[in-house]
């Protein structure tokens, strides 16, 4: 039984959501205040957090900027009001692994849910390490480094190098790293893979531009000489 958190101020929602999920067979935990949801997440050991942006006390921003400090790779699920781009954005770039807009159909949000932990090394098909261009990913052990230098990644930007490396070189359209990290295909105007690679080429060690865009294709990983 996969352990979720939610951390919601909306009390109505947080209880319809805990019936919904509960029947789904998730073992659910609820905080209704950013310091609560932290204390819970540095405690406990949970499959997904569900993190609300606007909070009392400490925001849902504040919240995930603290746990990724503390190294707590945790997946996260952002869910927001808010119709800005921009705070979307702020969210990914703070180390969250998807968002969904506020309000969502329960269907919707279970299949977000399903699709972020099937991706988990656990359930991963392929278990071997592989290795391309200083780049050894080893998902048994959930470990990444690129040049001997262990790389921190959140779930979604582990999934997402594996994908490229596993490319060797070759591109790799955004729809298929989308689907192979997110569990799903990218919406018009969705820039979370983006952001996601923005993420992955600030943690690199040396040469950020390893990892290249392809202008209306994708991405993929060059090789250095």
């Known amino acids: 039984m996969s352990k979720l958190l939610l951390v919601d101020d909306d009390a109505e929602l947080s209880s319809m ?42 925001d849902g921003f504040q919240l995930l900027q603290r746990l990724r400090q503390q190294a707590r790779n945790t997946p996260v699920l952002m869910l927001t009001a808010r119709g800005d781009d921009d705070d979307r954005v702020a969210g990914l770039e703070l180390g969250a692994d998807d968002y969904l807009p506020k309000p969502f159909y329960p269907k919707e949000l279970i299949a977000r849910v399903k699709a972020l932990l099937r991706r988990t090394p656990a359930t991963s098909v392929r278990q071997e390490a592989t290795e391309f261009a200083g780049f050894v990913v080893d998902p048994a052990n959930n470990k990444a480094t690129c040049e001997g230098v262990e790389l921190e990644l959140t779930p979604t930007e582990f999934d997402i190098l594996r994908t490229l490396v ?42 950020p531009e390893r990892i290249q865009t392809v202008r209306g294709r994708g991405y993929r990983i060059l090789q250095f000489a």
């Open 17 to 58: 959501l805990e019936q919904i999920l509960t029947k789904e067979g998730f073992q659910l935990t609820l905080a209704a205040d950013g310091e609560t949801g932290l204390e819970r997440a540095l405690s406990g050991s949970y499959d997904l957090i569900l993190l609300d942006v606007m909070l009392p006390g400490i």
């Open 166 to 207: 596993r490319g060797a070189g070759e591109v790799i359209s955004k729809d298929q790293l989308s689907i192979a990290a997110l569990g799903r295909s990218l919406a018009p105007f969705d820039r979370s893979l983006d952001v996601h690679i923005s993420n992955i080429r600030k943690k690199l060690p040396t040469d």
